[in-house]
């Protein structure tokens, strides 16, 4: 390294992604526990029961869940499917429900900690958006510039 001072950033980036793997494999493993666990079937049935329509019984099926350090997880839970009603046509589909995946926060096929990350930079995209324009706006008008950064932090 004090050869190549500048292969710290390198490093840096391969420790990063070293350390993100190992807690990814740690996550899937704590997500593998958690979902055995017996006490976990307590609040499976009550996201079932508060369904905002009729389901059936699980039943399993595999799914591709991400994470946030990006592994991606190939996984078997029980999908409840929604109780058909006699007048419903029998080619329209209907959304089920992963009881196990929703208890622990999952939706989309992420983690709760992706959907935060992802919720978080798109914000901020807009954020940056919303702040480009109004820049825009106001680049005719130099004496309004100093009221930019105010008037996008409302």
Not at 126 to 152: L, Q
């Given at each position: 390294?004090?050869?190549?001072?500048?292969?710290?950033?390198?490093?840096?980036?391969?420790?990063?992604?070293?350390?993100?793997?190992?807690?990814?494999?740690?996550?899937?493993?704590?997500?593998?526990?958690?979902?055995?666990?017996?006490?976990?079937?307590?609040?499976?049935?009550?996201?079932?029961?508060?369904?905002?329509?009729?389901?059936?019984?699980?039943?399993?099926?595999?799914?591709?869940?991400?994470?946030?350090?990006?592994?991606?997880?190939?996984?078997?839970?029980?999908?409840?499917?929604?109780?058909?009603?006699?007048?419903?046509?029998?080619?329209?589909?209907?959304?089920?429900?992963?009881?196990?995946?929703?208890?622990?926060?999952?939706?989309?096929?992420?983690?709760?900690?992706l959907q935060y990350t992802v919720a978080r930079t798109?914000?901020?995209?807009?954020?940056?958006?919303?702040?480009?324009?109004?820049?825009?706006?106001?680049?005719?008008?130099?004496?309004?510039?100093?009221?930019?950064?105010?008037?996008?932090?409302?």
């Open positions: 390294m004090a050869d190549v001072p500048d292969a710290f950033a390198e490093i840096e980036q391969e420790i990063d992604w070293h350390f993100r793997q190992g807690a990814g494999q740690l996550t899937a493993a704590l997500l593998a526990e958690v979902a055995v666990q017996p006490t976990m079937n307590e609040p499976f049935d009550q996201i079932r029961q508060q369904a905002m329509q009729p389901l059936q019984s699980p039943e399993p099926r595999r799914l591709r869940v991400r994470l946030l350090c990006g592994l991606m997880l190939f996984i078997t839970t029980g999908h409840c499917a929604p109780r058909r009603k006699k007048q419903t046509d029998s080619q329209e589909r209907q959304a089920g429900l992963y009881p196990e995946l929703a208890a622990l926060g999952f939706g989309k096929g992420c983690s709760p900690a798109r914000r901020g995209i807009s954020t940056m958006r919303r702040f480009v324009v109004e820049a825009s706006r106001v680049a005719a008008e130099p004496s309004k510039a100093r009221s930019v950064g105010r008037s996008i932090s409302a």
